[in-house]
């Protein structure tokens, strides 16, 4: 098949990565695989030069930028159908809000036979104002009258998607986002190694967030928690993963709440170095206040770490409270905390908890799982 995979910028993230796996993947089988994007811009890093590098094709649209932008989007959506036009495919596959606004109108004026769309999380949520919402979710709903599939990476995305209207049952399916589960195998580090890194000493126990440097990411909500949990445990120390715009806001945070010494600041990390890092921690820490399902969190647990996350969107999918990890309503702060505390003073439930989750999200994650259940859905679609 020609397959076109369309998202609005290639910056490290879960989205991201899940798109360029699922290329990669076709690719090896065999189908003639496009990746389109908008300009990927920002200090989130970015993964364009893996996607030049793969066997697929790769293809920048410069008005294809992440802000609503009547002029640019206008001219996006009409570049796009242009290039459809003229490519032919079989499948347009789209991601994220932009892309997935622009591609599906694009792609249905094109009359491409088979038109899917993965929502990896919302493009309304509880992060937005109410005129907003209801914006983003009008598009969603016109869009999905313009599609013939809707994939998941979560039931709950399924879920909130039905509640506000979009589309019918029989579009959606949930396909989990993939990962490299070779990658994240705790044989392949040695943990002492990995932790002598942060140069700290041996009997601190290191919670980490992995996460971009900005307020979504509920990093408020963190210091909180931080600034509670150090009080009770002394040895306490937090590992922050991840560079954004918020940095130096979060760094002067720090410092006023006299928690810049109880915390390691990393800064981008190429997503081929996160493994060994969470190897060299205890705990995995997740407070984002929006979320499709946190591919962070699959990523510790498949590293043995449990995990700890607000009780919001597809988290407590994967963290099973009491068994692989602990969630709390969305801002329990003291739950939270509570959680870090039990977590810190027992290390066999840690043990417990990580290889659960391990076994989980082996079962449910791995990369070619993913691509299994995309390539059959396409070719399960009847050409329209």
Not at 101 to 111: M, N, P, S, T, W
Not at 222 to 244: C, E, N, Y
Request: aromatic letters at 6%; a positive charge; hydrophobic letters at 40%.
């Amino acid at each position: 098949m020609r397959i076109v995979h369309i998202i609005t910028r290639l910056i490290v993230g879960g989205a991201q990565e899940n798109t360029i796996l699922t290329c990669e993947g076709l690719a090896e089988r065999g189908h003639e695989v496009f990746l389109w994007a908008g300009p990927t811009t920002g200090p989130e890093g970015s993964l364009v030069e893996r996607a030049r590098g793969g066997a697929y094709r790769y293809e920048e649209f410069p008005d294809l930028i992440r802000a609503v932008s009547p002029w640019h989007d206008f001219r996006a959506r009409r570049i796009l159908r242009q290039r459809l036009d003229e490519l032919k495919p079989d499948v347009v596959h789209t991601h994220s809000s932009k892309a997935g606004v622009l591609g599906r109108l694009a792609a249905h004026q094109a009359r491409v036979p088979r038109i899917v769309h993965t929502i990896h999380g919302m493009s309304f949520n509880r992060t937005q104002g109410p005129f907003t919402r209801a914006a983003y979710a009008a598009a969603e709903r016109y869009c999905a009258r313009r599609c013939h599939k809707i994939v998941s990476v979560a039931d709950e995305m399924t879920r909130q998607a039905r509640a506000a209207g979009i589309g019918q049952p029989a579009q959606y399916v949930t396909v989990r986002s993939g990962i490299v589960t070779a990658d994240f195998d705790p044989a392949r580090f040695d943990p002492p190694e990995s932790r002598r890194a942060f140069g700290l000493p041996h009997d601190r126990i290191l919670v980490a967030s992995v996460a971009r440097l900005f307020k979504n990411k509920g990093y408020d909500e963190l210091l909180d928690i931080m600034q509670q949990a150090v009080a009770a445990d002394p040895r306490l120390h937090f590992v922050w993963i991840g560079d954004g715009a918020g940095r130096a806001f979060y760094e002067g945070e720090l410092a006023r709440r006299g928690l810049r010494d109880r915390t390691s600041l990393t800064g981008l990390i190429p997503p081929e170095k996160i493994p060994q890092l969470l190897a060299g921690i205890d705990i995995l820490l997740h407070t984002s206040r929006w979320e499709g399902l946190p591919r962070a969190v699959v990523q510790a647990l498949l590293m043995e770490k449990p995990a700890i996350s607000f009780a919001i969107d597809g988290a407590p999918e994967v963290i099973i409270s009491g068994q692989t990890g602990f969630t709390a309503p969305l801002d329990d702060v003291a739950g939270m905390t509570q959680a870090v505390l039990n977590l810190a003073r027992d290390s066999d439930l840690r043990l417990r908890m990580g290889t659960a989750g391990r076994q989980k999200c082996l079962a449910e994650f791995d990369h070619r799982r993913m691509v299994d259940r995309l390539e059959r859905l396409y070719t399960e679609l009847p050409g329209r």
